[in-house]
């Protein structure tokens, strides 16, 4: 008897890991040694420390992958880390992104974008930061690539929020709160109206009900809920408002998970499992934000 109840108390937890069967990661970072550790700090909020160098992340995160059934994970960092992981992608599971702060890093310019958006080396055009470039997307130097995406159908994934608080003091000195405002995209969205786009962050700490407004007033825009559900409580407190606000709205069949594990792979699962932790999600709700709505935002065959 004793060992039927104790079964039987373990079965909404085997339940709940079988029905959920895949996720789709909207916001993963690769490295190289070049830029591993660059813009972190060693340890995370509560101390914990991330990778030892780019490899031995790379493997953490792929086994994270495995682990809890990730079948798409939108890969950004610079493009030589892109390419290393997809080569070594051996499940088809990464989604090569690129991560810019302006539209000419890493060398690039609007001919050599077009080759690597007609080669599928650019399969969405982000992470982009212009928050930490002291830009916005609505600015002249992202147009032609705007355009280029928009021409190809290529997505678009911009940071919204702040970043880390004291990045400004360091390896970002133009970044200021007031860029991650959502409604900097607007023009984008206007004169682009076919471009798929997806928010990263949702307006992050300083603009949830920003994110949500713009949801409203363009249906064709996504966002991801990536780092929040992880990186500080004070994040946890703002997505779970934030999702509270966004389903009574009626906009959260376009929230899709991402990590941004950064150096930290362990936060894929944390992510998860805080995700998982959020009563006031139906299980249909968790299967949307997990899965459903990544897929339809990517036009994902089955
Ligand atoms: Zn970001």
Same mark, same amino acid.
């Given at each position: 008897m004793k060992k039927l109840l104790l079964f039987l108390t373990l079965l909404p937890e085997i339940f709940i890991v079988q029905a959920q069967t895949r996720i789709i990661d909207m916001h993963i970072h690769s490295y190289t040694d070049s830029d591993f550790g660059e813009r972190e700090a #060693?340890? @995370? /909020?509560?101390g914990v420390k991330g990778s030892v160098n780019a490899e031995q992340h790379r493997m953490e995160t792929f086994a994270a992958f495995e682990r809890f059934n990730i079948v798409k994970a939108m890969v950004s960092g610079n493009p030589e880390s892109v390419k290393n992981w997809k080569d070594k992608d051996d499940k088809n599971r990464v989604i090569r992104g690129i991560l810019s702060?302006?539209? @000419?890093? /890493?060398?690039?310019?609007i001919t050599k974008f077009e080759q690597m958006v007609k080669a599928g080396e650019?399969?969405?055009?982000?992470?982009?930061?212009p928050y930490y470039s002291g830009t916005?997307?609505?600015?002249?130097?992202w147009q032609p690539y705007l355009r280029i995406c928009e021409k190809y159908d290529i997505p678009v994934a911009v940071h919204t929020g702040d970043g880390d608080p004291g990045g400004t003091y360091s390896? #970002?000195?133009? #970044?200021?709160?007031?860029?991650?405002?959502?409604?900097?995209?607007e023009d984008v969205l206007v004169n682009y109206p076919k471009l798929r786009i997806y928010m990263m /962050? #949702?307006?992050?700490?300083?603009w949830p009900e920003h994110a949500i407004r713009l949801m409203a007033y363009y249906p064709q825009l996504y966002t991801d809920i990536a780092v929040l559900l992880w990186v500080e409580p004070n994040t946890q407190r703002y997505v779970t408002e934030f999702l509270r606000n966004i389903k009574h709205a009626g906009y959260l069949d376009r929230v899709m998970f991402g990590s941004d594990?950064?150096?930290?792979?362990y936060a894929i699962g944390k992510s998860i499992d805080f995700l998982n932790s959020l009563?006031?999600?139906t299980e249909e709700d968790k299967e949307g934000i997990f899965y459903d709505n990544a897929a339809r935002f990517l036009k994902l065959k089955e």
């Open positions: #060693a340890g @995370d /909020h509560y702060f302006l539209p @000419d890093d /890493h060398g690039m310019d650019i399969e969405i055009f982000g992470e982009l930061g916005t997307l609505s600015d002249p130097e390896w #970002a000195p133009k #970044a200021r709160l007031q860029l991650g405002d959502p409604y900097l995209i /962050h #949702a307006g992050g700490e300083d594990q950064m150096t930290w792979p009563e006031f999600l």
